[in-house]
């Protein structure tokens, strides 16, 4: 097991995204899973997509194994929104290389949109 | 099993059209998602799902069966990889049912019988449609 890019990692570190969805994106969206509905806001799995490419592409990184995530929604979305999602590091368990996150997700004025955790494993 | 109360379940197989569809829309493009030749040389041996399309399956077929529902919360677990071309087997169990509140279970399991995501959600459902 390295852990190099582990011991990298800080308790408290944080990385963001800023992104808008359209409602070509929603469309699009409900073509990929089947839906034959008017989707209104955005869907959840977009949010939480959100989340796994911060975690994937940034913090951890490539490598990351994504092993949980627990989402609370307060309010739907809404398509030209412009959403900023974060992950910022809650615990670091060497033994075993998990990371534990806080995720959150927030809209136009900072209102919650969605928060909850992520667990990931990060070893190579 | 005879016991359990599943008010859906879905069949399901995604390609790799699919994978590459949610990497455009997630902007989450890692290689283990969308490059076949990266993905071999890799222990999965090829290219494996995002968590998250399969969270789409499960909120899509949420949708269709209880339409105008809201979802309040749900947990996930990736414990094994999905992988393009397999036939996946969505099922969602009633935990509890309280006013116009379900909580469920939701399951995808691969052909060899290994989980790929296993979660719980809770949804508000309109109050016509509440058992």
């Known amino acids: 097991m390295n852990l190099d890019r582990f011991d990298a990692l800080k308790e408290g570190q944080s990385a963001k995204l800023n992104r808008t969805f359209t409602a070509e994106d929603v469309r699009e969206w409900c073509e990929l899973c089947q839906l034959d509905q008017d989707w209104p806001g955005v869907p959840e799995p977009l949010i939480a997509g959100l989340f796994s490419c911060l975690l994937g592409e940034d913090l951890p990184g490539h490598g990351t194994n994504y092993l949980k995530q627990a989402m609370t929604f307060h309010t739907a979305a809404d398509t030209s929104e412009a959403l900023q999602a974060s992950v910022t590091i809650s615990r670091l368990r060497r033994d075993k290389a998990l990371v534990n996150l806080t995720t959150v997700c927030t809209g136009r004025d900072g209102r919650l949109i969605c928060d909850g955790e992520a667990l990931v494993l990060f070893q190579h | ?131």
């Open chain 2, 1 to 131: 099993m005879s016991d359990a109360n599943i008010p859906c379940e879905q069949n399901f197989m995604l390609t790799q059209e699919d994978f590459d569809r949610f990497a455009r829309l997630s902007g989450d493009h890692n290689p283990i998602h969308v490059d076949p030749e990266f993905s071999a040389r890799t222990s999965f041996g090829r290219t494996v799902s995002h968590g998250m399309l399969l969270f789409s399956v499960v909120r899509s077929l949420l949708a269709q069966t209880w339409p105008g529902s809201t979802l309040n919360r749900q947990s996930l677990m990736f414990p094994s990889p999905a992988y393009a071309g397999d036939t996946l087997a969505l099922v969602v169990e009633q935990q509890k049912a309280e006013g116009d509140r379900l909580v469920l279970k939701t399951t995808i399991t691969r052909p060899d019988g290994e989980t790929c995501l296993t979660g719980e959600c809770e949804l508000t459902v309109p109050e016509k449609e509440a058992s």
